[in-house]
C-alpha cells in the first residue's frame, strides 16, 4: 500500500541548521500532506509502515529532515520524541558538543 492522505493542521517538518550568530537553529515548514509507504495486510505489517512529510514548496515526498513538530508542540526524531522545540535543541546542542560538530 503507498498512499498520500492529506496532514491535519499543525504538523511541521524542522530542519537544523546553524544562524547568523553561529548558533544552533531550525527551519520550520508546514506538512500539507502524509506518503504512506507499506502494507497493511496483517499486524506485522501494520507495524513497519511508514510515514514521510509532503511539503507546499517541495516537489514530491521530502525525506531530508530532522525532526517533526506535532501540533501540540512536541517534537519526534527518529529515536526519541521530546516535549517542545527547548528541549530538543537543547539535546541537539549536547549531542553536537560530545562529537565535536
Not at 553561529?22 to 507499506?38: H, M
Not at 502494507?39 to 511508514?50: A, G, M, V
Not at 512529510?53 to 531530508?64: A, C, H, S
Request: hydrophobic content about 35%; charged content about 25%.
Amino acid at each position: 500500500m503507498n498512499t498520500v492522505i492529506q496532514s491535519n493542521p499543525g504538523f511541521s517538518v524542522l530542519t537544523l541548521c546553524i544562524n547568523k550568530a553561529g548558533r544552533l537553529s531550525y527551519q520550520r515548514e508546514n506538512v500539507i500532506a502524509w506518503y504512506i509507504s507499506g502494507t497493511n495486510e496483517t499486524k506485522e505489517d501494520r507495524q513497519n509502515l511508514s510515514a514521510f512529510p509532503i511539503l507546499p514548496l517541495n516537489e514530491g515526498v521530502f525525506y531530508d529532515f530532522d525532526a517533526i513538530e506535532h501540533p501540540l508542540g512536541s517534537i519526534q526524531t527518529e529515536h526519541q520524541t521530546f516535549k517542545d522545540l527547548a528541549e530538543w535543541l537543547s539535546h541537539e546542542e549536547t549531542e553536537r558538543a560530545k562529537h565535536g560538530d
